[in-house]
């Protein structure tokens, strides 16, 4: 259908005589950029235009194929409208092949009126395009640093573009650091450098240096904060920093020490502070804090199913047993045994999921707690103690009533003895 109405619009042009009349209209290109670089691909746009509804229309585009190349649109358009419309585009896609200045024109321009079924003043436009060879913009690759410090703190070794780790050592209590660093180029980006925060320990500091060109180099300081010297208190040194491994059951905090904020541990269940220090021995360990003074040791004993806090300062007889004592780690506690030669051990302590307090029976060997029933123990104790008791007064009574018979034959013989010599005597005087 649209071939028809286009081979009709061509008659039209050929049948009928050429007459003006008052309406104008322009066939005219433009390009999307009028530098284009060599190989480079641009877009030509082409518009029919009039002032009124436009019915057919024609033209040619002509282009120096020395320099350039038509990739997409045709250079021969005959079109017609439907008088709804009074423009009209195109868009061609060229390559620029050769360099100097390029046209692409437009020939042969034709615009019909629709209603009045008449040529109209038709004016045409081309376009002129430059081209020229590519601009290469090379980019830096220079990733070095110049110059590379910190502020009152010496780096080692000394600094030198091509060596990559440094180190370095800061004073004790250090929170941050100044570090200059200083680009070979001036395109070149540096970060990581300026203010920066530090920790107790090591601190691994990276300084990325980037090139104009995207190219990465990476400084490495490895800085030192030494830990402040532990805070004496009476005969112990509580140290500021708290071990990775903590006992079950507590949580961290804080606490005001001499003015200073010192991390500690605490169990809510017991009331009771630890904190992390060594005693005059340099024996490190949690010690139990109370009222501004460092108490006892913190010593437990933890399986699967309890964390027993020990007190070693427990020294009350337990009825049966022996007094003992029992080697946790490098800590020795009060203990009770029935024989110095048996592996299970009575000790006195606090469980701290529970805050209750009690006896409890640790096998040595299995290195296992468990709640001894000192009750039932104490009960059975004394049934055994009165048994004990009645047997001992049973063979006691026995004893007497030996003697007592011993005693009474003897004393019967002697007297039948002395009966039989008074008889005798008796018969010898008459």
């Not at 060879?133 to 090379?138: A, L, N, Q």
């Amino acid at each position: 259908m649209k071939k028809t109405k286009i081979l009709i619009a061509i008659m039209f042009m050929l049948l009928f005589p050429i007459t003006a009349s008052a309406s104008s209209g322009s066939i005219r290109a433009t390009v999307s950029s009028t530098k284009v670089s060599l190989n480079n691909t641009f877009n030509v746009t082409v518009r029919v235009s009039a002032d009124k509804p436009i019915g057919s229309w024609q033209f040619n585009v002509g282009y120096d194929s020395t320099k350039l190349s038509l990739q997409s649109g045709s250079t021969s358009v005959v079109d017609y409208g439907d008088g709804s419309y009074t423009s009209k585009t195109y868009t061609y896609k060229f390559r620029a092949v050769g360099l100097g200045s390029a046209t692409v024109s437009i020939n042969n321009a034709k615009i019909a009126d629709y209603e009045t079924v008449s040529y109209i003043n038709t004016t045409a436009g081309g376009a002129t395009v430059t081209i020229s060879e590519p601009v290469v913009i090379v980019y830096s690759s220079n990733n070095n640093l110049s110059s590379l410090d910190i502020e009152n703190i010496d780096i080692s070794p000394k600094f030198d573009k091509g060596t990559l780790e440094y180190e370095a050592v800061a004073k004790a209590g250090t929170k941050e650091i100044v570090i200059n660093a200083k680009t070979a180029d001036s395109k070149a980006r540096v970060s990581g450098a300026g203010t920066v925060d530090v920790i107790e320990g090591n601190n691994i500091i990276p300084l990325v240096v980037k090139a104009e060109n995207g190219a990465t180099k990476t400084y490495t300081i490895n800085l030192t904060v030494p830990e402040k010297e532990p805070l004496k208190v009476g005969k112990f040194n509580i140290n500021r920093k708290l071990p990775e491994e903590i006992p079950l059951h507590f949580i961290e905090e804080t606490i005001i020490i001499n003015e200073e904020e010192i991390p500690v541990l605490y169990n809510a269940k017991l009331n009771l502070t630890l904190v992390y220090a060594s005693n005059e021995k340099k024996v490190l360990g949690f010690y139990e804090w109370n009222k501004d003074k460092v108490g006892e040791k913190f010593i437990i004993i933890t399986n699967n199913l309890s964390s027993i806090k020990i007190d070693s300062s427990y020294k009350d007889a337990l009825k049966g047993f022996i007094k003992s004592t029992l080697k946790i780690g490098n800590d020795t506690i009060n203990a009770y045994q029935i024989n110095l030669s048996s592996k299970h051990f009575i000790i006195y302590g606090t469980d701290l999921a529970t805050g209750k307090s009690s006896f409890y029976n640790y096998d040595s060997t299995n290195q296992t707690i468990q709640m001894f029933d000192v009750d039932s123990h104490t009960s059975l104790f004394e049934q055994i103690s009165e048994k004990n008791f009645i047997i001992y007064a049973l063979g006691g009574a026995l004893f007497v009533l030996a003697l007592i018979t011993i005693l009474l034959g003897y004393n019967k013989s002697k007297v039948s003895k002395i009966i039989k010599n008074k008889e005798k005597k008796l018969k010898s005087n008459e």
